[in-house]
């Protein structure tokens, strides 16, 4: 390709187009070809009639006959210019957009301007501004439609087109408001509910002194919603860095027409970057409905604003404008903003002018534009990946997709995302008669604009505000139109209605009272009917406001989402939920007593299908899976998870196996109720605790040494003072707390450069970027609330040791109170508290994930399959091989729920915790270009069982399915694997890619079994530690909680750091409480993972190739289990990394997963 071609092509390229210089071009017509001159004609002679054949001069002329596009009919005459948006404070906690996250930046393109003005307009017009950004990030472009005003002059859509008439040209005079104000204050007059923005208009606000001199307001409530579904209301604010000034009506006179645009262009121009902070308040739906109830504020009204006092502002982030546009009509008259422009994580909510201008907007720029305006270079995404749809030709189009087929193609598919929102929970939810709406002036409306004239406005302002008042209304030729906007105005305030009446000459009415107004129902002939010819209900008392009970599923309405009939309308059976956490707390605790999942094995209680073998008898089948839907029902999602059991048949299970928990139970609480006492009385006997040791030899005393018979695990008790101990028991314990940093992580506080050399002899960027750096924030816990005891909320780095390889701790933050980071190079109490301080957070972590990652899952998993599969099953079949509160935690019942809420969208999510890929994901197995962990005890066991368990699961399926065909035919398993998908919206559930159900094969299956195995018979193990009166559940080093607020200084002792830890009544019934969940009253029965399926009767249900296949599992079982039973000391001291002994002298392979339980829940 020659030179001149490559140059050419450059034309197509926008971003380089712009900068070209002139001396680099060639002067061309439209079509490409050179012209030596571009005054040049052709004519016949010198002196004779043009050619029609000078298409260079047709050429010139038709372009120019149609150089202006429409102005907008609104926001006519404005500036613009470009610039960068960073986040500096992260929403995740509300929004799951990723530019929300810290430290994310993308490009904007802001454009201000007045309203009423047209293209040609003075700049210095009393007049709102708009204050338009489209944000262009990475999944889309998020377009903020605003103005400089947080209200507006109406509420109801319809009204707007009117409005805007009244602030144009008089279709009589011809003449602006300036010189006719008749027709702008007849609105305003007919229209109370503009009196908020009258006040600010009139006011100094009403002239900007330009537009880096003003806030921007979106005035619109929308919805931000996060990972976890959970939505709250927002009100967006640009809050100017330089300040905000105003200009009075005497000196707007002086300035250039074009002055706004002239100071915005000329300060970027000179490096004097204007700057804005983006800052929201938020409120739940709970609160917007109590705020209309209490206080009478309408979050859907446009013309209320909300409370800062109440909703304080919270800032995010900030754009800087630092590049102005080179080509003016292609930067910023062809720019075009739409509020429907959200990105995932931002909705609208049911504001009536937000969901009319997502529609009018887009149509505006349609016909002004084009169609296809969004492929111009100023309005075309920027993101990361080839965008596609089937949006193709009309006018202009420029990228047209392609030979790529125009409709969805089995030839030649198409590549679909899943949503980042569930929008059955996000969208609200609206059950009710169509209604025609108009609002009603209330009190509440002149509540705003009173407090600005008699809180905000000082002497000197009322004086302006009435001078622009009258002022403008000496052009209003109709005194009726003034006596009525006066007496709008006396509702405000006596004194601003008698100073306007002096102002103007002009008696006003004496208040609204009596008064008809053409802009509501009370000016208008009739009562309101409802559009069926119905009659009125009320339907707009409450003026559209959201009152009680209107936000379904999230105010605690019927079903869920407010789906009274079950899951999106459709008759599966939800039922309605309940508002009480503690109720919902207990209810989850029979929950967890009722586990109904693969590993939860109670041999004596099996459920005895009719036939030995698969049943054909297809109507028969068909008959008992009616039955079945029919009695397990969807209830609520206890702590904010998945749905719960419920119906006839599932609460009489979960009834049923209650009772079958209740004698462990007893003699759970029996034993706690005899030994509390007894060793309490011991302890108080010797003075309490005045040591460490102390709490070691606890575990001695009386009936607790029956914990561990053979004696603690070697080290674990005595040497808590190891760092290496305290390290490893992230890899061995609990890793789904723990990720490997990223290299373009920001990374959350530093420590100094001399103190991480001295640990790890690098840097802490040093070990970032060698990829030797991990992380484990549990500051995510501050937000959640507590009981009256304490936790440090941290933040902890550990480090692969550059020399040893070891997996060591690196430093320690506290994120409350003083925010202490403390090191190992710490004085050794300061250093051992950090660590405990740590332990706490983490066995909180442990114990409630535990809940969201394997019992909630394996629950939702198996109640999809109750409703699909029938007893005869043999799926079904191995399915249903089938507490004690904890008082201890500092976060209290509703934290818990909290928890649940942040984490099941990720915990409970399928296919991304397979083993490999959930560790993966958080860099715990890593590529080989990273370095490996030395040891990974965790990973080491889980992976040698699950071959075990998934060698049993793959003869399994052999068994009955010969290849994917015969899966595909079972009709009752793709059932299960649709239910799954659908209506029990199981998280990330296989078979269902891009939201579009395909028929799973065989390996689906084997994966689907084998990792609900894997997750109720050995992940539950290891998070909740059936053994943990010998790992994480020791004291000193595991406290549930501290019992005093947090040091703001280092520089503990002994003494000081016994304060923190628990008293005898609290220790004691912490390893009272885990010691009896692990003593030896499960030895030698079948009720272990060993024996998962070891059961003649559980065992006949199945064909010969079964039975085969569950003597191979328990001999690779009680293999392991020898071989842990073997393990020792190394010469290095060390059993798999570790400074102790990961076993259980008690046969730990599956421990009682039901009996042996501690939920970490509070009920008080």
Known sequence: MSSQHASGDHYRNYQDDRSAKSQDTVYTTSNGVPMPHPYETQRAGDNGPLLLQDFHLIDLLSHFDRERIPERVVHAKGSGAHGTYKTTNTLEDLCLADMFKEGKECPVTVRFSTVGGESGSHDCARDPRGFSVKFKTEEGNWDVVANNTPSFFLRDPAKFPHFIHTQKRNPSTHLTHADDSTVFWDYLSQNPESIHQVMILMGDRGIPDGYRFMHGYYGHTIKLVNKAGEWVYCQLHMISQQGTKFITQEDSATKSPDYSQKDLYNAIESGDYP?????????????????????????????????????????????????????YFAEIEQVAFNPSHMVPGIEPSADPVLQSRLFSYPDAHRHRVGVNYQQLPVNAPRVNYRMANFQRDGSMAFLNQGARPNYISSIEPIRFRERSVNLDKTHGHFIGNAVTFLSEIREEDFTAPRALWEKIFDAKAKERFVGNVSGHMENCKDKEIIKRQIAIFREVSEDLASRLEKATGVKGYDGITGMTFNGTHNGMGGARKQANGMKSTGGNEQNGAPVKGSHAGAAGAKGINGHANGVNGHSNGVEAPLKDPITLCKMFLRLVIAVLAIGNVLAQTSNQTSLPQYSTNATARAQAIAVKRAGWLYGPGLLNGPFYPAGPLGAARTERDLGLFAIDEAWINGSINADLPAI????????????????????????????????????????????????????????????????????????????????????????????????????????????????????????????????????????????????????????????????????????????????????????????????????????????LEDQGFFINSTGCMDFITDFYPTAGAFQSNYLEVGLQASGLLGPATQPALKSFPFYEDASTIRNVILQFMTSFVNAYYANDVVVASDSELQAWFVEANGPAKVIDFPCSPSGAFHACGKADLIAILTHTALLTGVIHHALNTGDMITTSGTLPFHPFALHAPLPTTKGLNITQLLTYLPGPADAIFQLDLLSVFNRPQYAAQNRTLVHAYNDASFLSQFNEQVTVAEAGYRQGMETIGAEIRGRGFDAEGLSQGMPFVWKNRLDIIGVGVLACEMIGLLLK
């Open 275 to 327: 700057k804005w902070s983006v800052e929201v308040q938020t409120m739940t739906a709970k609160e917007a409905e109590e705020l209309w109830e209490k206080q009478k504020i309408n979050v859907f009204d446009l013309t209320h604003v909300w409370p800062h006092k109440q909703f304080p502002l919270r800032k995010v982030g900030e754009f800087t404008l630092h590049e102005n546009a080179q080509n």
């Open 680 to 883: 309490e009385a011991a302890v108080i006997g010797n003075g309490g605790f005045h040591n460490l040791a102390d709490y070691v030899n606890l575990l001695y005393v009386n009936k607790l040494g029956d914990a561990v018979p053979g004696g603690e695990d070697l080290g674990i008790l005595t040497n808590y003072t190891e760092d290496l101990l305290f390290s490893m028991e992230r890899l061995s314990e609990n890793p789904y707390s723990i990720r490997r940093v990223k290299l373009t992580d920001t990374l959350p506080f530093t420590i100094p450069d001399s103190t991480s050399i001295s640990l790890s002899s690098l840097t802490l960027r040093g070990l970032q970027l060698s990829s030797r750096l991990f992380i484990v924030d549990h500051s995510y816990q501050a937000k959640y609330p507590t009981n009256a005891r304490f936790g440090g909320y941290c933040t902890a780095y550990f480090f692969i040791d550059p020399k040893s390889g070891n997996f060591l701790p690196l430093a320690i933050k506290t994120n409350i109170g003083a925010d202490l980071v403390y090191t190992p190079l710490d004085g050794a109490i300061d250093w051992l508290f950090a660590k405990i301080l740590f332990n706490v957070n983490d066995f909180f972590h442990a114990e409630m994930y535990h809940l969201a990652a394997t019992h909630m899952v394996g629950e939702i998993v198996h109640e999809a399959a109750m409703r699909t599969l029938s007893d005869d099953h043999p799926v079904m079949a191995l399915l249903e091989r089938s507490g």
